[in-house]
């Protein structure tokens, strides 16, 4: 399950995994960025804020993550992930390979520099 907030005027997209994500948390978040970008023509960036990534609930939910990442890497600018987890810190030398957005790792409590960090790239 994830949470997720849109900041209109920034232009950012935060979003909270708080358990094991499912499809329906992607069909969300696709009908409010999309409508974004439809507005705006793109996302600042999308911070990623986390202690742990607690995966997906199904396969299903999996595939959805992936179509979400390969239908908005073109229109999201940066993507920061906010977290403490050994995982999340290596994610962005991994994503850097599949993604055209740029991305960067910060510790779960610097939201702001991970917010400054986004803006400052536009």
């Known amino acids: 399950m994830i949470s997720f907030v849109l900041l209109r005027e920034e232009g950012i997209v935060i979003i909270e995994p708080s358990a094991a994500l499912e499809e329906a948390d992607f069909d969300r978040l696709t009908r409010e960025v999309d409508a974004y970008i439809t507005e705006k023509g793109h996302v600042k960036g999308l911070i990623i804020h ?3 990534f607690p995966g997906w609930k199904s396969f299903e939910a999996f595939t ?3 179509q979400f990442v390969k239908d908005h890497h073109r229109k999201i600018k940066r993507v920061a992930v906010a977290a ?3 995982l999340m810190s290596i994610a962005p030398a991994i994503a850097s390979h599949f993604v055209s957005a740029e991305i960067r790792h910060f510790n779960y409590t610097d939201m ?3 917010k400054k960090w986004i ?3 536009e």
């Open 50 to 52: 986390t202690k742990a």
């Open 64 to 66: 959805h993550h992936m």
């Open 84 to 86: 403490d987890s050994k």
């Open 112 to 114: 702001e520099a991970a």
């Open 119 to 121: 803006l400052d790239g």
